[in-house]
């Protein structure tokens, strides 16, 4: 019997929900290559979770879960092709394709890969390559999307019928890019992976922890396929550094800062597989903006506490950073390194040169008010903690700013 086999009706939906994270993107894939369809080959796939779903409650879960919703997805598949006249003979031979009955389980992820790069190709806006990636790859409900970039349901479908729409119109392949054009399609998918972590980085709940873990699993996918880029071991080694404080980063639902977490709650085995990526990054000798942010995060990992941190080699490492990234964000991190060395005031005026470019983020207005306060001017502080607040979607964030205003009261 599968270990995976459990009685009860919530217990099957917890196995189908591991299955479907960990199988929903390579039976898409599959498909995909069989067919060539992508949108069908996802249909097909949503139909099967739907119909195991309802089956899984009332009989158990099979023995062979991952093998019952390939083989349940390929006949979604067939049903779908039959129902297109003008491709029923495809579907007769799909039909008795001796394949057909051979459960799909544990086969490489490089069949997902492919698929990944289509969903993060160029001629997407990122938001659709953000979606796509997550509904097609990782099997991330619509409505779970929506919920975790605070759009409503409706617009995020609509975002993703028209990501669909585009890859069938333009006729974009689901390959990987050849070797001259590797890296710079292997940037889009590592930044779309990165988007995906932040999107759960500062939500408490479950489906904030789910989408930051997918988004984990989706780095080691990359970086165990494509085991000679460093910069997708360095995103790996980043995500990995950041999630070992997931236990410390929140009190219930509140935010805590990371100086005022305790890193005795952080996971040390998760800081330890960091360092090894990080180190398998290095050793390929082709530096760049993930490594260097890993590093970073590998930095605040090493300290014991808040006061022991290397401030001096975190600012080094910003100024090597600027030079693969200088967006105004990255400058922005870069002075807040700045007041831990030279003070509030120099930061400070670091941050001002930002204001045009960032006038709408609410985190400059949130740094702004700490080196304000910092510096005694408590008016000045509680005005940009006030506009950093109304900037800011994320309820943990809402909650820190409203007790830095009334602790300021």
């Given amino acids: 019997m599968c270990p995976e086999l459990v009685e009860g009706p919530a217990a099957g939906d917890a196995v189908l929900a591991r299955i479907v994270r960990r199988e929903y993107g390579l039976i898409v894939a599959q498909l995909h290559r069989r067919l060539g ?6 249909e097909a796939v949503q139909e099967a979770t739907a119909i195991a779903l309802r089956t899984w409650r009332r009989d158990g879960v099979p023995a062979n879960p991952a093998g019952w919703l390939a083989l349940t997805a390929r006949r979604r598949a067939i049903d779908l092709l039959r129902r ?10 799909l039909a008795v ?37 997550l509904r097609a790859v990782v099997g991330v409900s619509t409505p779970q999307i929506a919920s975790a970039f605070l759009v409503p349901e409706a617009t995020m479908a609509q975002r993703l019928v028209r990501a669909k729409r585009k890859i069938t119109q333009a006729g974009i392949p689901f390959v990987i890019p050849d070797h001259d054009q590797l890296g710079s399609r292997l940037d889009d998918v590592l930044t779309v992976i990165y988007l995906a972590y932040n999107a759960g980085y500062l939500d408490p709940s ?5 989408l930051s873990d997918d988004a984990v699993w989706l780095a080691e996918l990359v970086s165990r396929a494509l085991p000679q880029q460093a910069e997708a071991w360095g995103l790996l080694s980043l995500l990995t550094f950041l999630s070992s404080r997931t236990p410390a980063r929140f009190d219930g639902d509140r935010l805590v800062l990371l100086e005022d977490q305790d890193r005795t ?30 590093a970073l995060a590998g930095c605040h990992a090493s300290a014991g506490t808040w006061a022991e941190t290397d401030w001096l080699q975190i600012l080094t490492l910003y100024d090597m950073l600027l030079r693969y990234d200088s967006s105004p964000v990255i400058r922005l991190n870069q002075a807040i390194a700045l007041s831990h060395v030279r003070g509030p005031a120099v930061a400070l005026a670091a941050v001002g040169e930002m204001a045009d470019r960032l006038a709408d983020y609410h985190l400059l207005h949130a740094t702004r008010a700490r080196l304000l306060a910092q510096l005694g001017d408590a008016v000045g502080a509680r005005t940009a903690n006030e506009r950093a607040l109304d900037l800011t979607s994320n309820p943990a964030e809402q909650e820190l700013l409203r007790s830095r205003l009334a602790d300021s009261s």
Avoid: K, N
């Avoid at 006249?85 to 007769?92: G, H, I, M, S, V």
């Avoid at 057909?100 to 990122?126: I, K, Q």
């Avoid at 330890?272 to 760049?288: F, K, Q, V």
């Fill in 97 to 133: 394709d001796p394949t057909v009955s051979a459960p799909v389980v544990d086969r490489p992820g490089d069949e997902r890969l492919p698929m990944l790069f289509g969903c993060c190709h160029p001629a997407l806006t990122v938001e659709a390559r953000l979606a796509l990636t």
């Fill in 265 to 294: 709650r952080w996971d040390g085995v998760a800081i330890s597989r960091a360092d090894g990526y990080l180190s398998t990054a290095a050793g390929l000798r082709r530096p760049g903006r993930f490594q260097l942010q890993a």
């Fill in 84 to 93: 297109r006249t003008r491709e029923l003979q495809f579907a007769d031979e």
């Fill in 206 to 210: 479950p489906a904030g922890r789910e």
């Fill in 37 to 42: 369809d992508f949108d069908l080959a996802e």
